[in-house]
């Protein structure tokens, strides 16, 4: 491997040394304070107000008012000013937020920098052109908002997934009042800020920083509808706890993503694949391709040279431009990505990892490949959301498809082969929400994203993402 010289970003935003909670235009004190971590070095960044159910019902309660009196009563036209205005300043300061993600999050620099923030700005100028036509949209003529949208995310795209929440609710006439994940809220509060630079009319976004209890009361408040992206036991529990209520709910949950590769493929193209489709974001990813099939004539040559591939990724410093894997979120996620792993070798897989070194503060985790995998093993059965890839084998592509969908989960897959028709006649085989061909982990606010099965219901993007903000 080549050896590059350091390359560290060199911009540092300006992050305060505390944040209030966002309520009707404003940052206010909370019920508590909290602090947020470095997980790459463990420092703390600042603190910030923890929201009680007392602030959960103010910023619900301002959020109806700015619904009732000014934003619902606007023109699209009118909204979808604000929110090119809100992606012309993200696109502006997206620097500053994408080297705030990498310090709060601990990905790498060039992610947030080449994926994350740019993605985020996208879904606010594809939504800012849809506010004026949603009677074109094919959900009838006249739609109505639902009124005030309660959106809980997690940790591992914080400014993405409150734009992919945000965006499509404000552009349909809602308001929202959204609680960032409890280790990642700092890009929440600095979009707080970037509201008030464009002069969104106070209460239209409400950032409710805190934990789990601060999710659950704005879950169990007088929301018109609750979108959340999370983890599969979350969301059933908020599931059941608004069963039979007014409230509508989206759910985008969790998955244990097929990439199969078929003996036709391009092989170095496959590897490439791969390795984005797990290592990406330290295998953060909800539609991660985590569950590697390869057919077996060609699993020998695939593995060599996806073991030659990983054995080159840069781990370390996400603040180095040259970093491929950065930290792990926090203490908490560590241990269960160690955790699931230890059970992986308990179960008689045989794990393989490149000698890399680890930095000595943070939370690290080598890039993992298991092999040597069966399907009743947890490492091929639950989301490790981690680095860690379990490789199974497979000998026709009946049984590839078998394998693939034997999973509770459905929400992405991978297609990996030479001939269109294969392509064809595997996607229409799997039970997944999205399924790649040639290539893995791409989005467009353009194409609709979301899951089957028990990765949850409802999709965000595109036209169809519409739907879950409107009245129909
Ligand atoms: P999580 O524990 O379900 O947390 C998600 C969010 O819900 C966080 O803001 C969390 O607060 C909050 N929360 C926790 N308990 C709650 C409760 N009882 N009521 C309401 N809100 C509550 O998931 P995570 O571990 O942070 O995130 C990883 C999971 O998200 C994975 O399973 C992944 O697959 C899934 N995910 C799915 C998608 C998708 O689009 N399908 C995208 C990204 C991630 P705290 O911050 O305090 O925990
Ligand atoms: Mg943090």
New binding site residues.
Partial sequence: MFEYAPAPESVRPEIKEHYGLFVDGEFVDGEAVFKSVNPATEEVLFTVAEAGAADVAKAVAAARRAQEAVWGPMSGAERGKYLFRIARLLQERSREFAVAESLDNGKPIKETRDFDVPTAAQHFFYHAGWADKLAYAGLGADPRPLGVIGQ??????PIL?LAWKIAPALACGNTVVL?????TPLTALMFAELCQEADLPPGVVNILP???AT??A??DADVDKVA????????R??AKSIAGSKKKVTL????KAANIVFDDAAIDQAVEGIVNGIFFNQGH???AGSRLLVQESVADEVLSRLKERVATLRVGDPLDKNTDIGAINSAEQLERITALTETGRGEGADVWQPACDLPENGFWFRPTVFTGVQQSMRIARE?I?GPVLSVLTFRTPDEAIAKANNTPYG?SAGVWTEKGSKILWAAERLRAGVVWANTFNQFDAASP???LKE??YGR?GGRQGLEAYLDV
Avoid: Q
């Fill in positions: 809980v995310i997690p940790w591992n795209f997934m609680k960032p994940a409890e280790t805190g934990a789990g999710g659950a704005l879950v959340f992206t999370g983890s599969t036991a979350v969301g529990a908020i985008e949950l969790g998955g990813v909800c539609c989301e959301f929400l994203f979301g899951g990765s949850g965000e």
